[in-house]
């Protein structure tokens, strides 16, 4: 069941002075309203897993390693790999998590992380299949937040994109029922870049890349993926109010330029 | 069987004539049912039928916060399950939550908050259990749509009705309600909560590829569509007490002949 969450609480001063210089057009940490944090993404940094890679979106941290294995496609798409997203909101990441089940805030980040993922059609996975209907590769992509501090959803969406580019697969065979893995390594097949860009209204104002702060006092979110060719390919809103079709035709027109602002600084660090 | 098994040949989706599978045009909206007030012990329930969804919504609330410690101390909390019957579909689906459901769970439930007067019941729960009898593609907008029906039939306080209708494309064309099919075989599908008033879109979701255009326009259909729906939902509740109105008046008739 989903229950209207309790937030933690923000002193009433504190959320009066950040929605009064969000209406002023100004942000608490010197942003303009459409501006990112810092983005810093590092490749390759868990050697055991096939692609790994780390995003801190300002004093947000999230790592996310990719590991292919093999297993038994779906039965309803017995010529297609498998590709699953899960999203742990580890404890040590913030006051708010706690061990245990996944909580639906970590199901809705996987989720929003996995359409984004399979709409685009980013990973190739005809590419994966090892005997048609028996056997085929499965990429895992799991998603690590280690430090919260807002806007998980885009710091998730480009670490995965970037392990996903960074992933080395061994060569695998099937030999009778068995899978021999070779020792010869070659990258993901990948198709598509999709970068996802989210928006948080406040008061009335739409800004980009919301902090934590801004995200306790925000009316609502939503997050727009675009892939390489400058389409949309999964959208999702969330929080407890709404948006405006004019706010959402304008929003979908920011988030084209920043995804192609984004994937610019993804492809440098994955391909560099 | 019911559900159309269409896979090798998409091209089917639409004919030359621009015409459906299901013998609908691009822009029109699949035959819809709504009930209000079917369920005795809920204080509020609705049933919607949508193409070939069966759904049942029930509100029960404002009640006593259970476990205690989720209710908030300036509002009620609103909780909500968006649950399939093990039979709605096709291969039967284990009764257990899935991670969809979850998600659905969370993104109706803040579809509907925005309409809620929650202010007016402070420390309590109001629950909304939507249960899917029968799925067809469309399922969470008719939940939404329901579930803002079995809302007022509880005579909780609301701003205005939430309508809900999904949009699509398929086959490179916008096309209004995607049924089960269209949905599977097509290339997006873009759900959309609306309250015409306060012209506030509060469920926005989107899986498949469009262009800015084609969510632009897709966008404005889907508004539209949610319109159609809404005065459909006020009939229905009207219906309902036109119906208590006039068993009351024959009571009274037959009360005076007596």
């Given amino acids: 069941m989903s229950a209207t969450p309790q937030l933690p609480p923000v002193a009433k001063l504190e959320q009066k002075t950040i929605v009064d210089m969000i209406s002023r057009g100004k942000r608490i940490d010197d942003r303009g309203i459409e501006n990112y944090r810092t983005i810093t993404i590092e490749a390759g940094l868990i050697e055991k897993a096939n692609g790994s890679a780390e995003v801190h979106l300002g004093k947000s941290r999230v790592l996310v390693g990719v590991k292919v294995q093999t297993g038994p496609p779906f039965p309803d798409t017995p010529d297609e790999g498998v590709l699953t997203v899960n999203a742990e909101l580890v404890p040590l990441a913030s006051p708010s998590f706690e061990a245990g089940p996944p909580s639906e805030e970590a199901i809705e980040l996987a989720r929003v992380v996995d359409r984004g993922i399979r709409e685009s059609k980013a990973v190739d996975v005809k590419s994966l299949v090892l005997e048609k209907g028996k056997k085929v590769q499965v990429v895992y992509v799991d998603v690590y937040v280690l430090d919260h501090d807002g806007n998980l959803i885009d710091a998730a969406a480009m670490a995965a994109l970037t392990a996903l580019i960074n992933a080395k697969v061994p060569k695998m065979e099937m030999k009778g029922d068995e899978v021999i893995v070779k020792s010869s390594h070659h990258p993901l097949p990948l198709n598509n870049y999709p970068v996802a860009v989210t928006f948080a209204k406040v008061n009335g104002t739409i800004l980009v890349d919301p902090s934590l702060e801004e995200e306790q006092v925000m009316n609502a979110r939503l997050t727009v993926t675009i892939d390489k060719n400058g389409r949309i390919c999964a959208m999702q809103k969330g929080g407890q109010y709404g948006f405006t079709v004019e706010e959402l035709k304008r929003a979908v027109g920011v988030a084209v330029q920043k995804a192609a602002e984004n994937r610019t600084k993804i492809l440098a660090v994955a391909k560099g | ?258």
């Fill in chain 2, 1 to 258: 069987m019911w559900l159309e098994k269409l896979p090798e040949h998409k091209t089917e989706l639409i004919d030359s004539k621009g015409v459906r599978a299901d013998g609908r045009k691009l822009d029109q909206l699949r035959p819809i049912k709504l009930e209000v007030g079917i369920l005795d012990k809920a204080d509020g329930s609705a049933y919607i039928e949508q193409g070939k969804n069966k759904i049942l919504v029930a509100v029960y609330g404002p009640r006593e916060a259970h476990p205690k410690h989720i209710a908030l101390p300036d509002r009620a909390v609103i909780r909500c399950r968006y649950h399939m019957a093990p039979f709605s579909v096709d291969e039967r689906k284990n009764p257990a939550p899935s991670r969809r459901e979850h998600e659905l769970s969370k993104v109706i439930r803040e579809s509907l908050e925005p309409v809620v007067l929650t202010d007016l019941y402070p420390r309590t729960v109001i629950d909304l259990f939507v249960e899917i009898l029968q799925s067809d593609g469309g399922s969470r907008c008719a939940g939404i749509t329901g579930a803002s029906l079995a809302l007022a039939d509880a005579g909780i306080p609301m701003r205005e009705l939430v309508a809900a209708c999904a949009i699509g494309k398929i086959e490179g064309k916008l096309a209004l309600d995607l049924s089960d099919s269209e949905d599977k075989y097509g290339e997006a599908d873009l759900p959309v909560a609306y309250v015409p008033n306060a012209n506030l879109v509060t469920l926005l979701q989107m899986d498949g590829e469009l262009t800015i255009e084609e969510f632009n326009k897709g966008l404005e259909m889907a508004v539209e569509a949610c319109k159609t729906i809404h005065t459909m939902q006020r009939e229905a509740l009207k219906k309902k007490f036109r119906e208590i109105k006039e068993s009351v008046i024959e009571k009274e008739e037959t009360e005076v002949v007596a």
